[in-house]
């Protein structure tokens, strides 16, 4: 179902960048746990605009109301429901485009998917603006996860061809809470990024990169095999963020399998593996090791520079402006989209793994 | 659900790898399509092993069974259901280990998973045997859709570090009828690559690769935003299959947004893009260009040296010498489970989108 | 999913009786299909209460708010959110009853289910209140068949043992008309149907009774045999309503099957059966008949006596006096509610149907 | 999906009656319950014919093949599979009614569901044959209930208009297992039972009835409000019973709200309700006590008198005399179906449950 995703948490995203309100319910909650707003807050602050030169203008004052779900502070356990609404919308910035499509947006697919009835302003419901109620409900399922003793922390580890470093063993709160301080949430190299952002925006362009993300704290024998393993839920759920476009687990690729194959140790009475090129999955279900991935993020389809494309419905070639407010780069945008969408992903299936104990 | 799949169209998976069969129920089909056993006996095949020295000597003389779901050569639209009856069981090769985890497989993670219960012989139901069933849906749907006008090839571009090349824009019905005859399925370079198989053999090592899938002739407007759109539900799909550790849409990584953004043309009176970056993809919904995706596979974990491991039921740490038939490379034997999975889930996009024409 | 329903049209509600606001999100309308509010309104309406002396004194001033997935009239395709919030609440009614379980109600199950933590206040998201988006979405499901002329209309043969009259044949326009403009939804002895109900109320007592509801214009082979049928998937929409406890399809009981069976006939072209005590459906799938079917309604378990219970807090008998505003007869209310989930049920199956044309 | 059900133990039957064979895949079990063979041959015995003159003189020979799932005796967690190939096939019983339908079965519901393309054979898919795999993966689940201390068991309460008697308050071990020795299943008036039967069968006739099950042992808190209640679950899969066409929970119908209301107590430490009208279920949710449900089975549609009917291809009026073997009565034969769907949507919510505990 288009807009909605989960097994034992479901989720139903709604809105439109231009529309009244946007929102989610999240049914299947486990009642009796903390709804941490502070973390909620912290991750919107964090999605939205405006903070630096390397973001668009656009001031996005988010503020969630709470419509159900939460009773003195805790879940209800039924369906929770927030919204935001929309308050600064600049529709005309868009009119003019209605009929052009914008290269590498979802103009004209969706066009032909509505037969022309979707909401256009903004992109609609295809817009960015959409990864808000992902960030609504993921921060409040890492709020949940967190108080079992699981934590999940993203680390930007390319932009624009400029590379930063992987986390490789550096898995732990005092690396992730600075890395979180940071406004590009990248290990190393933050600052050479930030050059190429703006780089990019002088010359009316765009750039791209790469995201990983870990989980750590997750016990063996989450998940299942097949279909409805960590790898399939991941996936299905980051594909959810619009510019990401690839992930992958694990972290070497070109290895032969005597280098790559993570040998099994006791240590500490525990087992661990002495790498972790698997990124914590075996056969769909989890190890006990660190769950890493990495995504890639594809450049912003918005650039400044005039572009050949069609006018879909006159069915005739023309030209394009975008002049609308957007990012040359929303990779650092994308870090707690990727956090937040792995954390409904993860709490469904720890809360899964409840059944098979 | 662990071993099933599909909205429209669910199949369900079952085996294990020594067990008395292994088989699949596809429900949901669309009744009154041919069912081609010539298409599904090719795809067995080349799934299948012993054909040269690249592979297992192991010979699985699959023949499928159709016990519901045919009638009078067509579809019936109920429940079509297929087994193959295992024959060549050596049980043996494997008992001696079925304590010991075998590194990089889900021997550890299933034990925990399933406590202790499930099938070990041969890997259980997290065999790459249990990809035969796939092949036999996948096939049976890529029949259906190939007489839709739609067409799915893989391309393997790498093996073990040894480069082939990207398909780009040779995608046609020579191309990818000459592809299919080799039995290291790559547009270039597969000497080089059986060449690289072979020495990792040589070196009782294994090696991993890229594959690269196509699918062409498939309409605007297939699947949907967010959460149901076609990379959510091909990567979901293709996370299914054993070795597959990544999935990439589209073909570069860091191009800039000028360079990147697919620009709309119409060529003879219909929507084209002068690039295909976007893999034909875009807000989640096709926009007429061939699906592209690329798949990475990681190096076989069962290889002859002796490695460091534990045995997870003494809690102890130990070596392993795993003594049965494997395979140095996987990468060829997965094109025919990538171009079948990804036929399941093409076929469940392209019902769906009937909804809603 | 505990407040989710449905396949091609899912369908999410949230809310409690005493929180900040009620509301649906309906992902995978169609697009293009006309937002009719006058029927919204006209069924949230008949819905709500203070009419007349059968029903409670509350006062429910609901005005739909419609967030997404609407533009310039017509759905968008994208999901649809409706909310209205709660103005008059009277929490301090049910205070003194927070943990005192009222007989036959949820409040001992709710209280174990989620382990104390959902909302108490006015039965939470047990409420009948949580009708009233079943209501929202299912008149603007009912608004879309309607365009595709299929009708739903609903009579009440039963309350507290005063019988009406089924409507047989009488399934016609003007009928449905003239049932829709009475208070109590019924086409015949309504009058005697009051009088019931206001003796209950006198008696601090209460009465349920039977509806049942038709489906016409539907044509043949809509569902699917075993477990899609018409009759499971209306089923699981219509138990969604609070004092629903028993739905029955087609009409008599214990005839012979040479008077039950439906012959078939041709009529001017077109199937029909000469009786239709199958409600329409066989083998799960539409006939092309009416869909017919009866739903009993349990008396409304607030009542204003004194009733024996337990405190399941504190584990001991207690007795307990309910002195909130409730209706002696929910039945007439349930009339709505019948009728908008079927709609959902219904254009969920039509959709699906467009699949296998 | 047609012939799929649940959602942590989904079962995916299939098979036509005069087909190769029948069977079913559970996936989602438990891993390391017992599965009890015993139960199932009891079973598929129970609901097997030819036992005396009220059923139909078809011998079917059924013996379960586990193709996968068992290991050592236990569930192995992966999915499992059972079919059973068909022996006694007759298939020119039915050849020269291909076209011609049968009065109140799916003959024309199904041609135009299927286009023409489903197997008629015997019923094909919508054969009462297709109650064998429920009766296969409902009695293993019936194993495993019965080992966590629930028991199910149904009761005749009327065939063909002669009563019998409700359960009532006999709800133990003895009476189950006295009910279980009976070939018509009722704890009283089956000799008036078999009579009327007998009668049905010499006017060329047949008889429905109604049965009630019961679900003892079951905790208080399983089930969760709306759509995913009890009652929602069990008249989902229930409906997937062919001749079944309406389900009641409870028992009581003309009651006024004061001698309805199950009022709370609390017996030995334990909350218990004086009377059950509820069925054991409030909001979805149970409370405690037993399940409690009727069902009414329709009058076998299969008649030895000529009947009016069409010819659907030819559209043409005709008539038809059905020479097959046919039971003048389904009723006795549905007991073990009701008990075996009510397993699996049991053990479906049980295993929900752990996740909320």
Not at 100 to 117: E, I, L, N, Q
Not at 137 to 160: P, Q, R, V
Not at 264 to 283: E, F, R, S, Y
Request: hydrophobic residues 35%; charged residues 25%; contains cysteine.
């Amino acid at each position: 179902m288009s807009s909605t995703l989960g097994k034992n948490l479901e989720i139903s995203i709604f809105g439109e960048s231009h529309g009244d309100a946007i929102g989610v319910v999240i049914s299947g909650l486990p009642s009796g746990e903390v709804v941490d707003k502070d973390i909620i807050n912290r991750y919107l602050k964090k999605r939205a605009t405006g903070k630096d030169k390397t973001m668009t203008a656009r001031v996005e004052a988010d503020e969630v109301q709470f419509l159900s779900g939460v009773y003195n502070g805790y879940t209800t356990g039924t369906p929770l429901a927030m919204v935001i609404y929309n308050g600064d919308q600049r529709s005309k910035d868009y009119s003019n485009i209605a009929t052009t499509a914008r290269p590498s947006h979802a103009d004209y697919s969706g066009f032909v998917r509505y037969k022309g009835f979707n909401d256009i302003r903004g992109g609609g419901h295809f817009s960015g603006r959409l990864t808000t109620p992902m960030v609504m409900a993921g921060s409040l399922c890492y709020g949940i996860l967190k108080n079992k003793g699981i934590d999940i922390c993203a680390n930007i580890f390319e932009i624009g061809g400029v590379k930063g470093e992987r986390l490789g063993n550096r898995l732990n709160k005092t690396t992730f809470d600075s890395l979180r301080e940071k406004s590009i949430q990248a290990i190393a190299n933050e600052d050479k990024m930030r050059e190429e952002i703006l780089t990019a925006r002088e010359n009316l362009d765009s750039v791209g990169g790469r995201i990983e993300c870990v989980v750590t704290g997750i016990k063996a024998g989450v998940g299942s095999p097949i279909f409805d393993g960590v790898e399939n839920n991941i996936a299905k759920a980051i594909f959810g963020i619009p510019a990401i476009k690839g992930i992958e687990f694990g972290e070497e690729s070109e290895l032969r399998g005597s280098v790559y194959n993570d040998v099994l140790q006791i240590k500490d009475g525990k087992v661990k593996t002495a790498t972790n090129h698997d990124g914590g999955i075996n056969g769909g279900i989890t190890n006990g090791m660190p769950i890493v991935f990495a995504v890639k993020v594809k450049p912003t389809p918005s650039i400044s520079r005039p572009q050949n494309t069609i006018d879909f419905k006159q069915m005739k070639e023309t030209e394009i402006k975008i002049v609308g407010r957007h990012d040359p780069c929303v990779v650092a945008r994308a870090v707690p989209c990727v956090e937040c969408m792995t954390a409904i992903a993860v709490l469904d299936m720890v809360m899964e793994s409840k059944i098979y104990e």
